[in-house]
């Protein structure tokens, strides 16, 4: 065992000597891993930053709701089956709570009703296009998942009344009011005047796709007012304990068709959807590209390997007459083994430590300069190039080694 | 075959009593596929080499002197026939127990030193202790005993391209025998050596043979031979003579 040790560390030490007295030789091999690890591990953090992004993209839907629609958040192949399901209505929401409440030990602590709608806004000379108007009742503060910056939601009186209050986003704020702060001043939806009495904080985009911060919160009864009160709406229910999700769906499942007084055979009328839907769908899509990004990657790290596995048997060519020595004076085959063996690790482990760093700095520099560019550098990355280089080390340091490792010391010893 | 008239300075080395047997061969044979052909370097050798000895082994190219050493160095094994060593029979060993019998038993010196270039003596002479499996401090002390005892105590820390040829053969001397070996085997030791650092070397071999350590040198230099108490002669895979020398 300690003999073990001690010829480890003579294989280190011979690994380093050898690595100086070739610089050259060395820089320019470690160079293929460097490569290597470098597009290996830059992938890596374009698919953590994917994984980061999708994962706040799926909280801002929330992971203790529920969402009750028409439509489920999938693709539907047979469309003709839900083109038809009635409306969701406020009326739902109320006979729903109802249930709720007299429902014992109810996994679901409350259902809002939530209607959502595209259009322009303005304030003074600004005016901004494409922004989601939200209504919904005082309970839509139990279910934003976003903090609220500045003032306050509107309360019930407000939103029984309808009042013209609203809620900005903070996109939305920062373009009709920039610069300045955004309560109290009027926005003009379609024509009418709210009052703004509150900003979200900022939440991002979804998926890239649409921003959450780009909408405007109002109560529902002024929406209705006018927009017509048969507008379409879901229902956001939340959920008590979301590690009870699944049971939480069934309660709320049974609890809709009641609402709805389905039959036993029919089929639901509605949708219940939840971000778990999103993620069952876009895991397929996040893992395709992780393997092609990685097999991509992999090619120039595999390119390093053949680099390394070139220079060990050169290096092995070399020394032959060394490895004639070392096996006269006692050195067993394993020992030989693994003094070439370390060779190949340390130049791998030196093209992964600045290969890494090169990463580390890539990433830096994206973030700032980028800030689009999904990249998360992570401490679980360190440990897997390192576990990387030491494995491309190994599997193309073997051969070579092998192949010393077995030569006939009176060969060897006679070489030239 | 007796030598010839030996120069004055060899006459009255007294010769020591051998002590007990180190190797034993008998009957060995070594072929060798060249290609198609086939080559009888031993035709069967018999040999015993006793601790406290001072043999030379000589013969022209070809004649299976290396193949001989190679076989009593532990570097290769008997195609046939019996090769005890300390009471071991090693002809059916594989390479690592091979390995393991050199590390302990075995001192090498090689015609062209075989240093590693890039260690300093000190290093040199420990490399056999790493592989036998000893501490650093156990290992430095062995080193810079065997050092000291060469001469070269004030050497420790040069690198084999900062040392003449007649010191690099003798930090390879001390790191043959850092190991305590059962046999010296040295191989045209003076090969690389001018005359003068040649007779120095031998003159050292002199010296270890009068503390007790049995040598075998390999050379076809009669001069060097001749220094030896016993020259073993091989001619076409057999032994000769072998005959005391006085």
Redesign the interface.
């Known amino acids: 065992m300690?003999?073990t040790i001690?010829?480890f560390t003579?294989s280190f030490r011979i690994a380093f000597?050898?690595i100086r007295?070739n610089a050259m030789r060395s820089v320019l091999t470690a160079l293929g891993v460097i490569i290597g690890i470098v597009a290996v591990t830059l992938m890596g953090t374009a698919i953590n930053g994917i994984n980061i992004g999708f994962q706040n993209s799926l909280a801002m839907l929330g992971e203790d709701i529920l969402y009750v629609q028409r439509w489920p958040w999938r693709n539907v192949d047979d469309w003709w089956n839900y083109i038809n399901r009635p409306a969701i209505r406020i009326e739902h929401a109320e006979k729903l709570n109802r249930i709720i409440e007299s429902t014992p030990n109810s996994l679901l602590e409350v259902a809002v009703p939530v209607a959502g709608r595209g259009s322009s806004v303005k304030s003074g000379d600004i005016k901004l296009s494409g922004v989601t108007i939200i209504g919904s009742t005082s309970d839509y503060s139990r279910i934003v998942t976003a903090d609220i910056a500045e003032g306050r939601l509107y309360n019930d009186i407000e939103a029984n009344a309808g009042r013209q209050v609203c809620v900005l986003g903070s996109s939305v704020a920062e373009t009709l009011f920039p610069g300045r702060p955004a309560l109290d001043q009027v926005v003009d939806i379609r024509g009418q005047h709210f009052t703004v009495i509150g900003v979200l904080a900022k939440q991002g985009e979804f998926l890239g796709l649409f921003s959450f911060d780009n909408q405007i919160v109002v109560p529902l009864a002024a929406l209705r007012k006018y927009w017509g009160s048969r507008i379409d709406l879901q229902l956001r229910v939340k959920v008590k304990d979301k590690t009870k999700l699944m049971q939480a769906e069934e309660e709320l499942q049974g609890a809709m068709r009641r609402v709805r007084s389905q039959l036993p055979a029919e089929r639901d009328n509605f949708s219940i959807n939840q971000q778990q839907a999103f993620k069952a769908q876009l895991d397929p899509v996040k893992s395709g590209i992780a393997i092609a990004g990685l097999f991509i990657t992999g090619l120039a790290l595999f390119v390093g390997a053949i680099g390394i596995m070139n220079i060990t048997f050169v290096s092995v060519k070399e020394r032959t007459?060394?490895i004639?020595?070392?096996?006269?004076?006692?050195?067993?085959?394993?020992?030989i083994l693994l003094q070439f063996l370390i060779e190949a690790v340390s130049i791998c482990l030196i093209g992964g430590v600045v290969g890494l760093a090169l990463t580390f700095g890539i990433a830096v520099g994206i973030r700032e300069k980028l800030p689009a560019l999904p990249v998360e550098f992570s401490g679980s990355l360190i440990f897997i190039s390192m576990a990387v280089s030491i494995i491309t080390g190994i599997v193309s340091g073997f051969l070579p080694a092998l192949g010393a490792s077995r030569l006939?010391?009176?060969v060897a010893?006679r070489y030239e | 075959m007796t030598a010839p008239a030996a120069p004055a300075a060899h006459i009255h080395r007294p010769t020591r009593p051998p002590g007990a047997l180190v190797i034993e061969i008998e009957g060995v044979t070594k072929l060798y596929k060249m290609g198609a052909e086939i080559i009888h370097a031993l035709r069967g050798v018999q040999l015993t080499i006793r601790r406290n000895e001072y043999l030379a082994i000589m013969g022209p190219s070809g004649s299976g002197k290396s193949t001989l050493m190679?076989m009593l160095?532990c570097?290769?094994t008997p195609t046939d026939g019996r090769y005890d060593f300390n009471g071991k029979n090693v002809a059916h060993m594989v390479?690592?127990e091979l390995?393991?019998i050199?590390?302990?038993e075995i001192g090498?010196v090689?015609q062209t030193f075989?240093l590693?270039p890039?260690?300093d003596a000190l290093h040199n002479v420990e490399?056999?202790l790493?592989?036998?499996?000893?501490?650093?401090s156990a290992r430095r002390e062995r080193a810079l005993a065997a050092l000291s005892n060469v001469g070269l105590a004030d050497r420790i820390h040069h690198k084999p391209n900062e040392l003449s040829g007649g010191q690099r053969q003798r930090v390879a001397i001390a790191?043959a025998l850092v190991?305590n070996p059962s046999i010296i085997l040295a191989d045209e030791p003076t090969g690389n050596l001018d005359s003068k650092t040649g007779e120095e070397i031998m003159a050292l071999f002199e010296q270890l043979y009068d503390q007790g350590q049995t040598i075998i040198v390999v050379t076809h230099e009669e001069d060097i031979a001749r220094h030896a108490r016993r020259i073993v002669r091989l001619r076409d895979g057999l032994i000769e003579s072998d005959a005391r020398v006085h």
């Open positions: 300690t003999r001690y010829e003579e000597q050898q007295a007459k060394e004639g020595t070392r096996k006269a004076l006692g050195a067993r085959r394993r020992t006939d010391p009176v010893l | 190679n160095g570097l290769d390479d690592d390995a393991e050199r590390n302990r090498f090689f075989n590693l890039r260690s490399l056999p790493i592989y036998a499996g000893m501490s650093p790191r190991n």
